[in-house]
């Protein structure tokens, strides 16, 4: 399976309960990190190390094993002037047959739409399966969006429950409470600690 964030901790709440559930099956898991997420608090030095070791953690904490990470280094909220390097980046990572598991292509966020969009595009020129998560959706869209969309829901245990939260924990730079961050309100948090993940299908 290959698993396309644009941002790190994205890939985590999205998909973090799916990606354990899998690397659990003893089947692995390549995560794409597209960008290392340094825009999202300006005032912060060194953010995107900060962030890539975070998001480092947060996979173990998923899977032990089975889990491997590849960084694209694209500029934090530029990735649409990119678009030929994540193409061919993702064409270099993906196998015939491989699950494809990319951000929602209207998802409301300049790199979820244009990181959404190309793993569309691919996925029907070459014939993967692609399930897309919604991040910002969830905080912004209209549910009437949706009602000709088909959904998939996957449920997850008590064991993928609690590796999903103490991942979602190791993103320390998005969680402090003296950071005000007008980008990801906390309550969106919620959202990502529910006993399933809903992928567009
Ligand atoms: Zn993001």
């Given at each position: 399976?290959?698993?396309?964030?644009?941002?790190?901790?994205?890939?985590?709440?999205g998909a973090?309960?799916?990606?354990?559930?899998?690397?659990?099956?003893?089947?692995?898991?390549?995560?794409?990190?597209?960008?290392?997420?340094?825009?999202?608090?300006?005032?912060?030095?060194?953010?995107?190390?900060?962030?890539?070791?975070?998001?480092?953690?947060?996979?173990?904490?998923?899977?032990?094993?089975?889990?491997?990470?590849?960084?694209?280094?694209?500029?934090?909220?530029?990735?649409?002037?990119?678009?030929?390097?994540?193409?061919?980046?993702?064409?270099?990572?993906?196998?015939?047959?491989?699950?494809?598991i990319s951000p929602y292509?209207?998802?409301?966020?300049?790199?979820?739409?244009?990181?959404?969009?190309?793993?569309?595009?691919?996925?029907?020129?070459?014939?993967?399966?692609?399930a897309r998560y919604p991040i910002?959706?969830?905080?912004?869209?209209?549910?009437?969006?949706?009602?000709?969309?088909?959904?998939?829901?996957?449920?997850?245990?008590?064991?993928?429950?609690?590796?999903?939260?103490?991942?979602?924990?190791?993103?320390?730079?998005?969680?402090?409470?003296?950071?005000?961050?007008?980008?990801?309100?906390?309550?969106?948090?919620?959202?990502?600690?529910?006993?399933?993940e809903?992928f567009?299908?």
């Amino acid at each position: 399976m290959l698993v396309v964030a644009p941002h790190p901790d994205d890939e985590i709440m999205g998909a973090g309960g799916l990606i354990h559930t899998w690397a659990g099956m003893g089947r692995s898991v390549t995560v794409l990190s597209v960008t290392d997420g340094e825009a999202a608090l300006p005032v912060r030095e060194n953010l995107d190390l900060i962030r890539r070791d975070e998001l480092k953690e947060a996979l173990r904490k998923l899977s032990a094993t089975h889990v491997s990470v590849v960084r694209l280094g694209l500029p934090d909220g530029r990735v649409a002037d990119f678009q030929r390097k994540l193409r061919s980046a993702i064409l270099s990572l993906i196998e015939p047959g491989m699950t494809m598991i990319s951000p929602y292509e209207r998802d409301g966020h300049p790199d979820h739409d244009v990181v959404g969009s190309i793993c569309c595009e691919i996925a029907r020129t070459q014939g993967n399966p692609l399930a897309r998560y919604p991040i910002w959706t969830w905080h912004r869209a209209d549910p009437a969006e949706f009602l000709e969309v088909s959904w998939g829901k996957f449920p997850l245990d008590s064991e993928a429950r609690r590796a999903k939260t103490h991942a979602l924990q190791c993103f320390v730079s998005r969680r402090q409470p003296d950071l005000h961050d007008p980008v990801a309100p906390h309550h969106m948090w919620n959202y990502f600690q529910r006993s399933y993940e809903a992928f567009l299908l």
